[in-house]
Every structure is written in C-alpha cells, then in structure tokens.
C-alpha cells in the first residue's frame, strides 16, 4: 500500500491537514488503490520536540514515503531563534533539498464563482487558466551567505547551474506544450548574469519544442503584467525568489491564497503543501480555508500516484461546493453561507458522493 507522510506543522497547518486526509480517504473508499497514512514533525513543533526543525526521522520517512502531505511551517515563537535554526530556513528548505525536489508548480485558475472575491475586475482575470513553475533547489535561497564586519555587511549568493536550469525549463516546456502552447520564461537578464545564463540556456532547449511559443520577460514587468493581464499567460517558468514572489501576488487573482495548491517535485515523488503560511493569528479559531490543502491532495494523486479520475473528482467537488455558495471567511460576501474549516472538509466529502 503507497504511504503517505503527513507533515502538519505548525499554526493552521494542524488544522487543514486533517481536512485534506479527510477527503483523500473519502474519494478513494472502495476504489483499488489505498493510501496509508504515516504522521511525523517539521518546522516549529519539531524545534520542540526534538530540538531542530527537520529531524533526520522526518527526513529518513520522507525519503521512504511515496509521498508528503504537509501543512505550513513559522510562527512568530520561533522568529528570534538564529536564522538557519527557525521553521523555515531549517526545516521547510532542507526537506525540499533533500529530496531534490526541483520543480513547485502552482496552478492558477479562476472559477466563474468566485470572479468576485478578487480585488480585480472581472474583465481582468475572468479567463484567467495558468501554471507558474518555480526552481526550488537553487538560487538566493541555497547559495552561501553571511555576514561582514569590516565595514558591516550581510550578502546572498545567486548561484545557478546549467543542469539546474535546463531541467526546471525542459519541464516547463513540457507543460506547456499539453496546455496552449505558450511558455513565458522569466528573468532579469537585463541585470543579472544568472538570468542571462538562464535565458541562453532556455533559448537553446526551445530548439527541442518548435510547438511551443517562448517568451522572456523581466521580472518586474511580469508583476506588473500579471495584474494587467493575466489570461495572457499559459505557462511562467521562473527561478527560485522570483517564482516565490510571482505566485503568492498571482495567488490573489482569485481573491485568497487559501485557494492555492502547489507540488513540488521530482519525477513522481513529491510534496504537497498549500501556497499559505501558518497564519498564526488565526490558528485554533477554526476558520482557515483548507481547499488549497484538500486541492494539493487532489495534485498528489495526479503526480505521484497517477490518479486522474480520482483527482478531478476532488476538484469537481470543491467547484460544487463554492457553487453552493459556501464559503470560509477569507472568501465571503454577503449572502454566502460562511463554514468553519471542519465544516468546509465535510461539505467536500458530501459532494464527493
């Protein structure tokens, strides 16, 4: 029987997490692939319990694992520890790494029902359908840093390698060329080295998809674009920070991050996590949005068990709900029936049947 690690963390993640198994057991009931779910530590609740971030059992079972169900890392009792010690740096980072996992994809795709909980225009992002993919082993994030004392100083070193670009963008094209047939790469070549070593490579791996239509675009424009014009893009590959930054911004076409999943893979092992962060200050109320979890289920059985049918029955159940009009808080107008987290799992399993 496949095994699943389920990694809650810390804040809210104690709470959307069970939400997710929740539905996971409920649409595989009956059906001939099973998943066993195993339980273990990350982030601050492992700084307490076991003195560091990621223990090396969290890591070795999620090395064993088929894959990993995780919920959000931080939180303000641990922001004074020294920084590689803290939830994120120390645990959240390094089970990426160590499972080479080099490749976050998030899709972005507005329901109709919910065109009015964004903040934009109805115009804008009514078509919006599109899939940021982020380099997650490399970059600002893994290269040394430190800090000077002669004069103060502090520097991060952005190191990319020809194998961490070419493989992240061949898997971008990859995508695209299953979706429309558009890949948006972007960088800040007009700056940085790195980027004008990413965009050489890219351009040269293009030679191998003529089916694929390549675009570059900087950065700071493609923020600015996706708040302009997002149905414009099908498919973005992007390094690490900037994959970071562009898709929590892109989270809020739909009107709350608490609606996007994401996988981070490698091959067909992954982890599956929503976009969020452990939302501290509404832990423990039961009023987090878990969709974005319950969605990351529905990825994972896409990527890492190869359950198609089973995955869109996820995601169909949750359309039927917000077209109920139920909604979490961070999603509510007026007239909608507002549900707790628990509630919002049970009324998905409902739909499941």
């Known amino acids: 029987m496949p095994k699943v690690l389920v990694l809650p963390g810390d804040g809210i993640g104690l709470e959307i997490t069970p939400e997710a198994v929740k539905v996971l057991e409920a649409v595989l009931k009956g059906r001939p692939t099973q998943l066993s779910f195993e339980y273990g530590l990350i982030g601050g609740a492992a700084i307490d319990a076991a003195g560091k971030a990621l223990p090396d059992e969290t890591l070795a079972a999620a090395k064993a694992a088929d894959a990993v169900l995780m919920g959000s890392v931080g939180g303000p009792k641990w922001d004074n520890l020294p920084a590689p010690q803290r939830p994120e740096l120390g645990g959240l980072l390094p089970i990426r790494k160590g499972l080479g996992l080099f490749a976050n994809i998030r899709p972005i795709k507005m329901l109709p029902m919910l065109v009015d909980s964004s903040t934009l225009r109805t115009e804008v992002v009514e078509n919006v359908d599109l899939v940021v993919l982020r380099e997650l082993t490399g970059g600002l994030y893994f290269g040394e840093k430190g800090r000077g004392t002669n004069p ?10 020809e194998e961490e670009i070419r493989r992240i963008v061949e898997l971008g094209f990859q995508m695209a060329s299953k979706r429309r047939g558009r890949l948006c790469s972007v960088d800040k070549a ?4 790195s980027s004008r070593f990413w965009r050489e490579i890219t351009i040269e791996v293009a030679k191998g998809f003529p089916e694929v239509e390549l675009s570059h675009m900087y950065v700071d424009n493609a923020a600015m674009q996706l708040v302009r014009w997002p149905a414009q893009f099908d498919v973005i590959v992007t390094e690490n920070m900037f994959g970071d930054i562009l898709t929590d911004l892109a989270s ?19 982890l599956y996590e929503p976009s969020h962060g452990s939302a501290p200050d509404i832990a423990g109320q039961n009023i987090a949005n878990p969709l974005a979890t319950i969605l990351s289920g529905a990825l994972m059985l896409r ?5 198609e049918e089973e995955a869109q029955m996820i995601e169909r159940a949750v359309e039927r709900v917000l077209q109920e009009g139920y909604r979490t808080p961070d999603l509510a107008k007026p007239g909608d029936t507002v549900l707790g987290t628990r509630e919002m799992g049970n009324a998905v399993v409902e739909a499941l049947k």
């Open 152 to 161: 103060k100083s502090a520097f991060d070193t952005l190191v990319y390698t």
């Open 190 to 193: 007009n700056v940085l080295e």
């Open 252 to 270: 809020m076409l739909l009107g709350s991050i608490g609606m996007i999943p994401s996988a981070s893979l490698n091959g067909s092992k992954g």
């Open 303 to 307: 990527y890492s068990f190869g359950l």
